[in-house]
């Protein structure tokens, strides 16, 4: 008898002396690895099988690059210190890697669940788009498990769906408006801008390929005076017939004032062009009123 390296147990013929042998039963024993811990941590959930926009995928990656050097306020029970503006506000190297943590203390087993469950939903593409994105899938489950202290595997999988939602979606369409208006160089005023956040933040805005600009284009449309010419002298800057330089915010408000003076009237039900990708600004540009109408944290775990 041999045993080879995967662990099965060879018998060689055996002589039943009337001229005829036979074979025993080959017996296989799988070796078992034991380095290998009983469960490996699986923080690994499926990207949506559709194009994303690359200027969101873009600003996605780096805020994930980013979130993971941020350190998380886990003795902390107020509800703003666990926010993702203020986690990426924070300068702060990390002092404790959070996806290290999970795993020390033991949650690698439900996480596991967790991201079959996520693999295996519905959720739409953005939710998925944005939990692909390991480092905020580990603040998702690091925010359940130790900010709302929820424990089983479908616990966390209905909050992770639901914080995804309310905070990772409102946070990245509110970075699409700044970048929307930084872009179209909008003379606003803080209430304008603050109107429009909350707008996008309240806004189930597609990531697909082509949606983003169009979406934001409209929300700011409705809080800035004469949108629909706004949005008419943008195209004429994008078009290339003139250097976009030269369109500074001064410039595009007298092409507006003139043409609403003229009586231009532009149809409601103008084909939506605007599929152009956002220019994202460098993130230490991220201003502080961007969030500050938002409610939403205001309630505090005991």
């Given at each position: 008898m041999s045993t080879n390296i995967l662990g099965s147990a060879n018998f060689e013929k055996i002589s039943l002396g009337n001229g005829s042998s036979y074979t025993p039963i080959t017996a296989k024993f799988p070796i078992l690895d034991i380095a290998r811990p009983l469960w490996v941590s699986?923080?690994?959930v499926e990207p949506p099988r559709v194009k994303i926009d690359p200027s969101m995928k873009d600003i996605v990656e780096r805020i994930s690059k980013s979130l993971a050097t941020k350190s998380l306020k886990y003795k902390s029970r107020q509800r703003k210190d666990w926010s993702l503006k203020e986690i990426m506000k924070d300068g702060d190297s990390n002092k404790i890697n959070a996806k290290s943590k999970l795993v020390r203390d033991g949650f690698s087993a439900v996480i596991a669940e967790v991201s079959k469950m996520l693999n295996k939903s519905s959720i739409d593409h953005t939710s998925k788009f944005l939990l692909s994105n390991e480092p905020l899938y580990v603040y998702a489950l690091s925010f359940v498990i130790y900010y709302e202290k929820v424990k089983d595997a479908e616990g966390i999988n209905d909050r992770v769906i639901?914080?995804?939602?309310?905070?990772?979606?409102?946070?990245?369409n509110i970075l699409l408006a700044r970048a929307a208006i930084e872009q179209r160089h909008l003379n606003l005023s803080i209430e304008q801008r603050k109107d429009i956040y909350k707008a996008a933040s309240n806004t189930n805005i597609s990531y697909v390929k082509g949606m983003p600009a169009g979406a934001i284009s409209k929300i700011i449309a409705k809080y800035v005076d004469n949108g629909s010419i706004h949005d008419l002298v943008d195209?004429?800057?994008?078009?290339?017939?003139?250097?976009?330089?030269?369109?500074?915010?001064?410039?595009?408000?007298?092409?507006?004032?003139?043409?609403?003076?003229?009586?231009?009237?532009i149809p409601e039900d103008i084909p939506d062009e605007d599929s152009d990708d956002i220019s994202f600004t460098d993130l230490e540009a991220i201003e502080e009123d961007v969030f500050e109408s938002d409610n939403s944290h205001d309630d505090d775990v005991k």
């Open positions: 699986d923080f690994s639901t914080l995804t939602e309310n905070e990772i979606k409102p946070f990245f195209r004429f800057f994008a078009s290339g017939e003139i250097d976009p330089a030269k369109g500074t915010p001064q410039i595009r408000q007298l092409m507006v004032n003139y043409l609403k003076e003229i009586g231009l009237v």
